[in-house]
């Protein structure tokens, strides 16, 4: 397998950037990063300037995929505004496992650019790091990013009732997930 790191980046598209984060993203990812709707059903509560400061930190050093373990955090550009990010992280390198995550603005939503920047997240593990297989998870309430997984070509395979305590409440997950095979297929395909 080969190693991900900020000079095999960035990653472009026909309308975004994604690249490592840098200390002048501050602004847009506060944008993003403090509201109630995007935090709803991410792992981080919304918070102040400083708070966002601290979370943008550690997506700058998570600027590289060279083992397992280790996660990239790359920001989505569309027209020079980092709208959202996107998350590939490194889970076993025995297993060939990966997980793909995202968080947008609301302002980018309905435009295709979550799909279009979670598209390069498996294109990236599965074409550079040799992955067998990527995961995403989404509260089930986060019907969003289920059709998003969905139009990926990513298969539902677990629906797991009350599987966590979430932000005061138990919450229900879906599990979906693509092996490199389907991904080259579809790809194919296209």
Known sequence: MVSVTAMSLPITTERLVLRVFTPEDAEDHFAYWHLPEVAAYV????????????????????????????VLFLAVELGGWVVGEVMLSWVSRE???????????????????????????LRLGFETLDLHRIFGRCDTQNTASARMMERLGMRREAHLRENEFFKGRWSDEYDYAILQAEWRARSDQS
């Open 43 to 70: 792992p981080w509560e919304p918070g102040d300037r400083a708070q966002a400061r601290a979370s943008l930190q550690k997506r700058i050093e998570s600027d590289h995929l060279d083992d397992e373990g280790s």
């Open 95 to 121: 297993h060939q496992q990966g997980e793909v995550g995202f968080a947008l603005h609301p302002g980018a939503h309905g435009r295709g650019i979550g799909s279009e920047a979670a598209r390069e997240m």
